[in-house]
Antibody
């Protein structure tokens, strides 16, 4: 069974940093484009970022560009999202998701909660 | 930027048909995909590429497209279909946009 497992969320002060992880099980993450999608409390889904297969290219939403960065550890089959300069509006559940053909997301993790507050 | 608009809520009695629309604000309309999100859970894709149903999704879920509006239809709604539903598309710049979301209440 293919699974994605996020971790690394927590409570951080404004301006702080967190690194989220997305570990793959039953799937080699480096072979696929992957995305992060977030959902603020009581809000809808918001695409955050995508990294192409092989990690050669990333796209970011305007709201996080310049503050969030992807990386991969292929030996651990894990994708990372480094989040710097966190703001209150970044508070959300962050999901990693597998991208199909650059179109939609067919596999989602269970999410990890990021809270930005003083 | 590309925007997708959905009605905030739809209410339906068990066994009836629920229709959820997703309207794009620009042409050309991109392919639309639909997700079901139950309370406290991650989203699950129920329709992709406007009208394709993934394996394991009940046949009562279907999708259609006309002009700049795409519709998710749930025929013979079951109590377990109560959830939030989101449409989603990929715009021409390689980014992704979600609709505003529709809460389906089964009366």
């Amino acid at each position: 069974e293919v699974q994605l497992l996020e971790s690394g969320g927590g409570l951080v002060q404004p301006g702080g940093s967190l690194r989220l992880s997305c570990a793959g099980s039953g799937i080699i993450l480096n072979n696929y484009a992957m995305s992060w999608v977030r959902q603020g409390p009581g809000k809808g889904l918001e695409w955050v970022s995508s990294v192409h297969s092989g990690g050669s290219y990333s796209d970011y939403a305007d709201s996080v560009r310049g503050r969030f960065t992807h990386s991969r550890d292929n030996s651990k089959n894990t994708l990372f999202l480094q989040m710097n300069g966190l703001r209150a509006e970044d508070t959300a559940i962050y999901y990693c998701a597998k991208v199909v053909a650059g179109l939609y997301f067919d596999i989602w993790g269970q999410g990890t909660l990021v809270s930005v507050s003083s | 930027s590309y925007e997708l608009t959905q009605p905030p809520s739809v209410s339906v009695s068990p066994g009836q048909t629920a229709r959820i629309t997703c309207s794009a604000d620009a042409l050309p309309k991109q392919l639309v995909h639909w997700y079901q999100q139950k309370a406290g859970q991650a989203p699950v894709v129920v329709i992709y590429k406007d009208s394709q149903r993934p394996s394991g999704i009940p046949e009562r879920f279907s999708g259609s497209s006309s002009g700049t509006t795409v519709t998710l239809t749930i025929s013979g709604v079951q109590p377990e279909d109560e959830a939030d539903y989101y449409c989603q598309s990929a715009d021409s710049s390689g980014t992704y946009v979600f609709g505003t979301g529709t809460k389906v209440t089964v009366l």
